[in-house]
């Protein structure tokens, strides 16, 4: 979700006359977008602020703003410990930014504008997209759960759901501009619809997205185990460009501690679930998030999760240690687990699922997958001579080019053999030296025209060079693995 509002913060401040700073170069306008869900939120900005004081008491002129979940949070607590900033705004008002810089350069002073609630959906703002093959859209913003660990409901509030109608406007339009794969977002993906008042809304939103020409790969993140219907799964089955992948977060294998979490599903039925979409889609891939050490998970709870866990065969798991979240309900509970236990069982889990993520991709070797290849990452890739990108259950494979054959641009999809398998990706290298079966698609000529623009001389213009930071911004694909060096 904050790698999308950042994508529009990008678009918000391109559209206001703003250009991106190349790399290396010191930006005029630092944009900090933060994730008070990720862990030490706080202690990274302020860290990040502190190393901006300096470059910015050396160079005239430069304008620091800081938004996102935390800025909603601390609000004033930002301009009090880091005065040096300029702007602070919501997840309510980023469409604003663009303004609330200017006011400041002009004022000579902070502004802090926080709306409590959303004004304008998100997504009618300009878009500045970071791959030209995929693209977020979102559907819903909010979340009527109460997790106890979350601090997602009084930072984003209840769910809004945007109509359908604009929804699929809005992926024509990707698709119009080169995109093949779109993501649908939602805090409860599959709840769309609440608002209003269908309950098969979402079913129909993918079955909708499968009638659009030209999209080829249709992914969704992240549904509510509680809200899952069949109806869904039908829809999943019976649609050809929604792609066999699903996460869905556990959270917890103990029934005891979903209750705890407030999370209103059983361990019970979340495998049904499993179990319903395997027989519908049996080359599903199914990922999912797990938190190790919630407060009064005891060595049986933990045992429980384990249990589910190697029941389920996640393809893989994002696993977190659970720590506390100021303004959360489970802050203040008792027993909360010291940090060298959460530790040694949050290595347990990692360990039984990193076997599993193996024994599931070594089930790979030997078959034919097609893969959407994205832009070239990492110092790996060039080491090992290989180009990357996702096979439509979403699993990250690196593929060798043989001598001679031509090369696959980003976006194009290549037809490879999987050869080895680990357990954060597949490897695919050439058997038999032949040239690899690449299919040219719109979103490399849409990388092509995106390369050509890229290299035209930059316009010598008052535009500000701006930097977005926190997160940096990557391909936008679904978080399976992290493209850049195979970790969870
Ligand atoms: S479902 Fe729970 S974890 Fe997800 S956004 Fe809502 S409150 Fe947070």
Redesign the pocket.
Known sequence: MNVHDSERLSGSLESAGYIRALDGAEADVVIINTCAVRDNAAGKLYGTLGHLASVKRRKDGMQIAVGGCLAQMDKQAVLDKAPWVDVVFGTHNMGSLPGLLERARHNGDAELEILESLEVFPSTLPTKRDSAHSGWVSISVG?N???T??I??SLRGKEKDRRPGDILNEIRLLVEDGAIEVTLLG??VNSYGVEFGDRQAFSKLLRAAGDIEGLERVRFT?P?PAAFTDDVIDAMAETANVMPQLHM?LQSGSDRILKAMR?SYRSEKFLGILDRVRARIPNAAISTDIIVGFPGETEEDFQETLRVVEQARFASAFTFQYSIREGTPAATMAEQIPKAIVQERYERLAALQDRISREENEKLVGSSVEVLVTAAEGRKQSETHRLSGRAEDSRLVHFQVPEGSAVPRPGDVVSVEITQAASFHLVADSIDGAPLAIRRTRAGDAWDRAEAASCAVPEPSTSKGVSLGLPTLRVATIPIYDVSDGQR
């Open positions: 979340c759960n109460t997790c660990f979350c997602v409901p805090q409860n992240s509510h977060p999370r």
